[in-house]
């Protein structure tokens, strides 16, 4: 969780929602990272998550991640969830949960959809109160 709670400080520093993410190989290997980038690059997609996965399918050639683990400092969305799903991620690791918009098991349960074709191992509260700090500190300032 170190890499991705450095990737979410330079988020922030970009002016965008403190979150990191990296995909990690069934070696251990970082094949990807991403931060958010949606307020940087003017990209509604731009999720750190949705950022990781494309760059660890660029590095390895292809679009099936299923021996990879998505390590994010905060619970993805329905949309980063749905991507990780569509590229058979194996596990997501997270820090922070989101009692908002939560699709690992908060709100939704995107992840471990039953009708889904895939389902996806789902770790949470890993470095929890550290990833939620930064996210409240975040917004404690623009408020």
């Known amino acids: 969780m170190g890499r991705p709670l450095a990737l979410?400080?330079?988020?922030?520093?970009?002016?965008?929602?403190?979150?990191?993410?990296?995909v990690v190989d069934g070696d251990g290997q970082v094949v990807g990272d991403g931060r958010n980038r949606r307020t940087a690059d003017g990209d509604p997609l731009a999720h750190a998550e949705v950022?990781?996965?494309?760059?660890?399918?660029?590095?390895?050639?292809?679009?099936?991640?299923?021996?990879?683990?998505?390590?994010?400092?905060?619970?993805p969305c329905p949309m980063c969830a749905g991507a990780a799903l569509q590229a058979r991620v194996r596990r997501i690791v997270l820090g922070a949960w989101d009692p908002k918009a939560g699709a690992c098991g908060s709100v939704w349960d995107v992840a471990r959809e039953q009708r889904a074709p895939h389902w996806i191992e789902v770790v949470g509260g890993i470095r929890e109160q550290e990833c939620a700090d930064l996210l409240t500190a975040f917004f404690r300032a623009r408020r």
Request: aromatic letters at 2%; one cysteine or more.
């Open 8 to 22: 979410a400080r330079e988020a922030a520093a970009d002016g965008d929602v403190p979150v990191g993410a990296v």
């Open 51 to 75: 950022v990781a996965l494309r760059a660890a399918a660029e590095a390895r050639g292809g679009w099936r991640l299923d021996d990879c683990t998505l390590v994010v400092t905060l619970e």
